[in-house]
T-cell receptor
Framework: GENVEQHPSTLSVQEGDSAVIKCTYS??????FPWYKQELGKGPQLIID?????GEKKDQRIAVTLNKTAKHFSLHITETQPEDSAVYFC???????????FGRGTSLIVHP | DGGITQSPKYLFRKEGQNVTLSCEQN?????MYWYRQDPGQGLRLIYY???????QKGDIAEGYSVSREKKESFPLTVTSAQKNPTAFYLC??????????FGEGSWLTVV
């Protein structure tokens, strides 16, 4: 099966700084990598995803990069704002499966 | 509005009782899932269903049961056999692609 490692577990930044969260995966056949944001007491919301045929995808202040050779992908948030404070999860399905394995999450705290 | 509706939001269970968490979706998604989330932990898969009348065990199915009699509904029963049921439960659904969409979750507490 797939093994997904996510780092760091906690990330504290000042408003306006950039934040980077990194995930590694084990199955080289994995081809889809979503990122979710979970606010306290709510369900995770998909914020961005990337497929294995591209190396980078951007959506306003967030971007995801993928390095298939090294089997890692990262979430980049620029110009962080207090409302970005949440838990972020990465995920990857094992090759041949559509069911994702989730990382353990990163608690992002943006200080005003 | 289209989406995934979980109910109740908060549920208290006495030890030895079974409880059922409801999950309904109007997104016309084929697949549905149940995840468990403990504080500071990731999301662990309990059960999933790809089509009506079929479901598969996930990583932590012991002490849980599900049914999929209708495409839009996937209820989860937490049985008395589940020794540590207090957690946040998340229902999700997906179309044929990999993208999974989550409901707002249900908090279950054993009292």
């Amino acid at each position: 099966g797939e093994n997904v490692e996510q780092h760091p577990s906690t990330l504290s930044v000042q408003e306006g700084d950039s934040a980077v969260i990194k995930c590694t995966y084990s199955d080289s056949a994995s081809n889809y990598f979503p990122w979710y944001k979970q606010e306290l007491g709510k369900g995770p919301q998909l914020i961005i995803d990337i497929r294995s045929n591209v190396g980078e995808k951007k959506d306003q202040r967030i971007a995801v990069t993928l390095n298939k050779t090294a089997k890692h992908f990262s979430l980049h948030i620029t110009e962080t704002q207090p409302e970005d404070s949440a838990v972020y999860f990465c995920a990857a399905p094992a090759g041949g499966s559509y069911i994702p394995t989730f990382g353990r999450g990163t608690s992002l705290i943006v200080h005003p | 509005d289209g989406g995934i509706t979980q109910s109740p939001k908060y549920l208290f269970r006495k030890e030895g009782q079974n409880v059922t968490l409801s999950c309904e979706q109007n997104l016309n998604h084929d697949a549905m899932y149940w995840y468990r989330q403990d504080p500071g932990q990731g999301l662990r898969l309990i059960y999933y269903s790809q089509i009506v009348n079929d479901f598969q065990k996930g990583d932590i199915a012991e002490g849980y049961s599900v049914s999929r009699e209708k495409k839009e509904s996937f209820p989860l029963t937490v049985t008395s056999a589940q020794k540590n049921p207090t957690a946040f439960y998340l229902c999700a659904s997906s179309p044929t692609s990999n993208t999974i969409y989550f409901g707002e979750g249900s908090w279950l507490t054993v009292v």
